[in-house]
Each structure stands twice: as C-alpha cells, then as structure tokens.
C-alpha cells in the first residue's frame, strides 16, 4: 500500500512562487505514473501536471509554463514547482499515483489508485 503526504501548501499574494512536496511512502515510486491535481470549492478535480515513469509531463494548459512536476527518486518525493501565481490557481492540490509506467490519461483523475490528503494553496490579488 503507498501513502502519499502533501505538503508546502500556503497563502500567498499573486506572482508568487511556490513549491509543493509530496512524499511517498510504502512503495518506491520510481516507476509509477505520478500526477498533481486541484480542486477548488464547487468544482471537479482536475489534473494539473503528471510524469510517468520514463520521465515524460505533462501539463495542463492553465499552467504549462508556469508549472513544473518533478520527481527525486532517492527522497521517493514528487515535487510541483508553481511560478507566477494567480488568484485561479487557488485550490487544495493533491498528489496521485498509480503502480504502473504509464498511464493513458494521465490528467484524468480516474487513472490513479493512489491519493494524498492535499495542501492548500491560497493566491490572493
């Protein structure tokens, strides 16, 4: 069984940086299929960044060039850097994985077993 636990979440004013952590536990997660997804108040989850185990991301369009997903296997911690923060970009942020190289759809929140309690993130204007 992995356990997965977010962590970096916080309250910042738009333009920002922030770095967000999630730590795997339980598995090495080399090569599974990693994802960070979102959800504000009264809406879907939606997937935010993913790499699978060959190392290939994915982004959504709202933040490809602002966001990065990344991965350090020796900490076995999947990491999502977020620059130029907007007040859209508040939500709780999730981490999501799945026990396989890859994933059709990565972004799609129905592809992974795994989940994370989540880390807010708050941007205000």
């Known amino acids: 069984q992995v356990q997965l636990l977010e962590s970096g979440g916080d309250s910042l004013q738009a333009g920002g940086s922030l770095r967000l952590s999630c730590a795997s536990s339980?598995?090495?997660?080399?090569?599974?299929?990693q994802g960070w997804f979102r959800q504000a108040p009264g809406n879907k989850r939606e997937g935010v960044a993913a790499?699978?185990?060959?190392?290939?991301?994915r982004y959504a369009d709202s933040v490809k060039g602002r966001f990065t997903i990344s991965r350090d296997n020796a900490k076995n911690t999947l990491f999502l850097q977020m620059n130029s923060l907007k007040p859209e970009d508040t939500a709780m942020y999730y981490c999501?994985?799945?026990?396989?190289?890859?994933?059709?759809?990565?972004?799609?929140?129905?592809?992974?077993?795994?989940w994370g309690q989540g880390t807010q993130v708050t941007v205000s204007s």
């Open positions: 339980g598995a090495t997660c080399i090569n599974f299929s």
């Open positions: 790499l699978d185990g060959a190392g290939s991301t």
């Open positions: 999501a994985a799945r026990g396989i190289q890859w994933v059709s759809r990565p972004l799609e929140k129905d592809e992974y077993t795994y």
